[in-house]
């Protein structure tokens, strides 16, 4: 089947065999990058992720410094290999653009305020593409800051949503992306308020297509929401503990168990005492 051939009104089912509501297989894990305060790896179908977070530290230069708050600083990044027509090295506009827009929708869940005259910095980079890198990186940095420690309102939740071959889409690859009506949204809330941090779009839509997207929108950053918050309560699972590097499960039991131990042996104790001074009595 060619591209010109595709009709997702008709099939009701995608080039990669997703339905239209359907997000990409998604993983993330936290606690990568021994020398971070905190980072993460995501996998978003081909999309390739580490984010790693430092800080709150000394703001540099100085003239950055915010004596109210940190400043959040990100830098985004695709190594050359990352796309098929190899990147060239080193920053350009696109990846100053994306940098902007991800520390503002950081910086909105982050409690900056309780660190002034600091900085956060939240480095990520793409080492694989195709499509929604930005939204994978927010996910990732996301959870990053959780796993840092660092204080903040909630998890900011992303995807991206839109329109292409005449249907209303959640999560688009690349193909989708290059349709002749492709319309991409990058969406990311914070799910328990659902406030919108980030909201970016690049072609039109009626206001009853709109409405669609939105909804769509919203319902696949929760389905991110679930796997960010099973990433980092995977990390740090009640119950399980590192002894000398051994993980040691179910520790509290097991102190439950000594405790029983301990008492059984005194009460055992007394009884062979009482019995032996009820002897002594009787001699």
Known sequence: MTMQDIDYKKTKTRLDGRKMNELRPLSIEVGVIPNAQGSAYLEWGQNKVYAAVYGPREALPKHTANSLKAVVKVEYRMVSFSVPDRKRPGPNRRDQEISKVLGEALDHAIFTEQFPNTEIGVYVEVIDSNAGSRVA???????????????????????????????????????????????????????????????????????????????????????????????LAKKYEIGEALVNGKKIAKAENKTESKVENKTTDKKEDKKSSAKTTKKKVKK
């Open 137 to 231: 990186c927010l996910a990732a940095a996301s959870c990053a800051l959780a796993d840092a420690g660092i204080p903040m309102k909630d998890l900011v939740s992303a995807t991206g949503v839109g329109k292409a071959y005449g249907e209303i889409i959640l999560d688009l690859n690349k193909d989708e992306e290059d349709a002749p009506d492709a319309v991409d949204i990058p969406i990311a809330i914070m799910p328990n308020s659902k406030e919108i941090v980030l909201l970016q779009m690049d072609g039109p839509l009626t206001r009853k297509e709109w409405d669609s997207v939105a909804k769509l929108g919203m319902e696949g950053c929760m389905q991110v929401y679930e796997v960010q918050k099973a990433a």
